[in-house]
């Protein structure tokens, strides 16, 4: 059997495994390549149905199969695929005249012809076309081009199966310390990276296991980069710069070691032995607990150039990553301050990287949050290449429980012009490699790297909107350009159907939803003000202040903000003069970032003529009614899309909406508090219908404070430790009507508590608390990350109705010391584990879709 016959065989195998999927129920494996039957195919009618792909390499091969199954399916006609053949036909070819990466679209008197200047940009020819016909749009002659040659995504896969921050599941590459031996899955995501024109992945945690470089892991990775090669999808890893000591048994790392230089070179040859198409490395140093060149008293280029030597005879690439920082900065040092970390390291090594070194930043210089600044390091780095890297997993940003659509962020951030130079430099313009272009004026290697964490849940992401952030990361990674409408117009047609109601509905709630979580989370450029310290998720404010992380934002009582400016910490002043003075005044900051740049009162007046305080207030009460909404939106599309994804999505804008009060409540009440300055409409603190569990009759129930104080009501919660049963009760106060009653309680990781509404003795609902929250990780608190809400709608009720709520504790003792095998978990000690049906309040609202406000 030849090697090529060996591939094809793999190739075919993975493809029939995909089509078979999609024709079973829809779990979402499909993602966006559903190929679902058009209503209206008439656009089609006369395409041909004969294939002739004059390329059978297995990337040509997999394009023209693609396009046999994308258009059967779609079209529901018998499309063939052949390898020769004249009259009305679709021509598959390479055409070597076009420039890297281009795919042409055109129609000749022969048929209509797919031209790649390679079999992968053939492929991507294909999936572009497929996506005109699925997205009912007409085919018309056209010729595409990515804007940069880097196209990542990154995957933090640890090798025993977690994925750090990753929430759809375990790994798909990965399980007990090796690479898994079935890899269909894996097969599969190269194919929807391929499909948005990514062509590079790189499959293990930056936080790099020591052994990754072992000649046994290495072998195994070549199997990954075997199923990845059908779909012009490089394999890249990210590498420990200890890996001289700890795998080849040398005395240093220290990278001007000739010995070390020497072990890196040898190490690369062998990788690219085993898989002759390798990108290359990504490295994560002196940064978190790794270790780096610091250690010898080297710079970052110093470690970056070793590797890139090796690398470059093989074509490969260094992507040194900018997140380099210190982690135990001092609270009491007013000048300390973490954004700096970017600038202050490596602009000394501008210029002496060598050609094929990437600095790969991130897009702000924090971590991820809601919003903050653009990092400064894209516009201080001139001499340098740079890659911009921007997270599809929603680490900051509810971590795909709440649909937060990330290329409205990435846009904002990629628009950001950065007046490098005096000029107009937009991000997107840098990070192609236009701004500081080759000396021989060509664009600097550059490009974008998405950390996209994907898991073995069907769907990949968790929740089903979340694939509109990887498809629309592929789409702005390969245009800028690209309008956001038409992102989430494309993907909403191929994820859902072209039903006009379906796509306007969809396609605005996308289009609203990073505005209304960063509304309902951290206001002004504070930061998300989640728990910083273990989960991310849900509020967690003052985790952020008083620790050596340098998230923080300084809440006083004479006021609030970091203040970056001169008279500060001076980062306002690592970006380009225009830029710098904007950011030194407060009122040309702009609202957005404010509180990122500056130290301001409560009472100080924003844009909008409000105080900052009472912004914040109106501002969280309108974005928690605004996410609330999202389930009368969805619930009209209920006939309209599949029923299991129907209902799996509209789960998850339950959740949204309850948790979205959480966070409303908890930044206001903590505002309310610091600021001494209350709510002017009196909302705050003073929640119409809501009764606290505390403040019931209770049987069996003990009184608990929670811990932070914001994020319970009232600071207290309910907790049961009586195995049989704890009730609360309270008596309605409510004209007689219908009505919505919603409770708050806490859903650990571990345990099944249940629980039973009752009104007036009789069941209405009942419900058990079987989550996993935070959705990767395990916290053990009732705290703000596993605050959630159960609500039972429309709920006949008379004045002196009496409101039971029964709740029994999960107190199985084989549940005592189980934790989660997240490697991520292991600092966790052995505590008691057991759910006991915590609860923090009852509320009543109005009838109808939306929960209690
Ligand atoms: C964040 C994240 C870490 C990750 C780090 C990184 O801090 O919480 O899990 O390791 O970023 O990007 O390296």
Redesign the pocket.
């Known amino acids: 059997m030849t090697k090529q016959f060996v591939r094809k065989t793999i190739c075919f195998a993975a493809l029939t495994f995909c089509s078979s999927l999609s024709a079973i129920a829809e779990d979402g494996a499909a993602a966006w390549l559903r190929y679902a039957p058009l209503t209206d195919s008439k656009l089609y009618a006369t395409l041909p149905t004969r294939i002739v792909s004059m390329d059978n390499s297995p990337t040509g091969s997999a394009a023209a199969e693609e396009l046999r199954r994308g258009l059967t399916s779609m079209l529901g006609r018998n499309f063939v695929v052949s390898n020769a053949g004249t009259g009305a036909i679709i021509v598959l070819s390479s055409n070597a005249l076009l420039p890297r990466e281009t795919y042409r679209i055109r129609r000749g008197m022969d048929g209509l012809h797919i031209e790649g200047s390679s079999a992968a940009a053939e492929l991507y020819g294909v999936f572009h076309f497929l996506e005109r016909v699925a997205s009912q749009k007409p085919i018309v002659n056209e010729t595409q081009s990515p804007a940069a040659q880097i196209r990542w995504s990154d995957e ?1 896969d640890n090798m025993d199966g977690t994925v ?2 990753g929430y759809a599941g375990p790994s798909i590459f990965f399980e007990n310390g090796h690479v898994k031996q079935d890899l269909t899955r894996a097969g599969e995501y190269a194919r929807l990276l391929a499909s948005v024109g990514i062509n590079g992945c790189n499959v293990n ?3 790099a296991n020591l052994q990754t470089l072992s000649e046994q892991n290495l072998r195994d990775f070549a199997r990954v980069a075997e199923v990845f090669r059908p779909w012009g999808v490089k394999l890249a890893l990210s590498v420990d710069l200890t890996s001289p000591q700890v795998v080849g048994g040398l005395d240093t790392f220290d990278p001007l070691d000739p010995k070390v230089a020497a072990w890196w070179q040898s190490k690369v040859d062998e990788i690219y032995k085993l898989i002759p198409d390798f990108a290359g490395f990504t490295v ?1 140093a002196d ?2 607990g790794r270790k780096g060149p610091s250690q010898y008293g080297r710079m970052p280029a110093d470690a970056a150039n070793v590797l890139a030597r090796a690398l470059k005879p093989h074509g490969g690439v260094v992507l040194y ?1 900018g ?1 380099v920082y210190n982690n135990h900065l001092d609270w009491n040092d007013k000048k300390a301050d973490r954004a700096r970390a970017g600038v202050d390291n490596f602009v000394k090594n501008d210029g002496t990287f060598e050609s094929n070194v990437v600095i790969q930043i ?1 897009e702000g210089p924090i ?2 949050q809601a919003r903050e600044a653009v990092s400064p390091l894209f516009s201080a780095l001139k001499k340098s290449n740079v890659a911009i890297e921007l997270q599809t997993a929603q ?1 900051y940003t509810g971590q795909q429980r709440h649909m937060v659509f990330l290329p409205s962020m990435w846009k904002w951030v990629l628009d950001t012009d950065l007046r490098a130079n005096g000029k107009t430099t937009p991000v997107k313009q840098i990070v192609t490699g236009h701004t500081f272009p080759n000396a021989d004026g060509s664009p600097r290697l550059s490009g974008f790297v998405s ?1 996209t964490n994907v898991g073995s849940e069907a769907n990949w992401l968790h929740h089903p909107m979340a694939l509109a952030n990887l498809y629309g990361f592929g789409k702005l990674a390969w245009n800028p350009d690209t309008p956001l409408s038409q992102i989430t117009d494309t993907w909403t047609r191929m994820t859902w159907g072209n039903d006009p109601l379906v796509v306007g509905t969809i396609t605005s709630m996308l289009g609203k939803s990073w505005g209304v979580y960063e509304g309902y989370t951290g206001p002004n450029g504070m930061g998300t003000l989640t728990n910083i310290l273990g989960y ?1 998720f849900g509020p967690g404010i003052e985790s952020a202040e008083r620790n050596g992380w340098g998230q923080w934002f300084r809440g006083e009582k004479d006021g609030i903000g970091m203040d970056r400016t001169s008279h500060g910490t001076g980062y306002a002043q690592q970006y380009a003069p225009e830029l710098a003075a904007k950011y030194e005044n407060p009122a040309a900051t702009g609202d957005d970032l404010l509180l990122f740049f500056h130290h301001v009162p409560y009472d100080y007046k924003l844009h909008n003529s409000k105080t900052l305080v009472q912004s914040i207030y109106d501002t969280h009460y309108a974005s928690a009614l605004a996410a609330a909404e999202y389930v009368p939106q969805w619930s009209a599309l209920k006939d309209k899309v599949d029923a299991d994804r129907y209902a799996q999505t509209l789960k998850l804008f339950q959740f949204q909406a309850g948790h979205a009060l959480v966070w409303r409540d908890a930044i206001n009440n903590w505002f309310q508090r610091i600021s001494g300055i209350a709510d002017a409409l009196g909302r705050v603190g003073h929640d119409k219908g809501r009764v606290e569990a505390e403040a019931s009759q209770l049987t069996g129930f003990e009184i608990i404070d929670v811990n932070p104080w914001e994020t319970a009501s009232g600071g207290k919660a309910v907790n049961c430790h009586v195995a049989t049963g704890c009730t609360l009760t309270m008596t309605a106060q409510q004209a007689a009507g219908h009505y919505n009653i919603a409770v708050n309680y806490h859903d650990m990781w571990n345990g099944v508590s249940k629980y039973e509404l009752l009104v007036d003795g009789k069941s209405i609902a009942t419900f058990a608390a079987d989550d996993k929250l935070p959705p990767a990780q395990f916290d053990p608190n009732p705290d703000g990350q596993t605050a959630t809400r159960f609500t039972a709608y429309n709920v006949a009720l008379h004045p002196g109705a009496v409101i039971t709520l029964h709740a029994v504790p999960d107190m199985r003792p084989e549940l005592q010391n189980v934790m989660p095998s997240a490697e991520a978990n292991s600092q966790l000690r052995a505590r008691d584990y057991r759910e006991f049906a915590p609860v923090d309040y009852i509320a009543i609202g109005p009838a109808g879709l939306i929960t209690p406000q």
Do not use: G, L, Q
Request: net charge neutral; glycine share 0%; no cysteine.
């Open positions: 933090w750090e921050r945690n930056v936080n994560k940064s978190e990553r997140f991130k971590d991820f680490e950390v991310h």
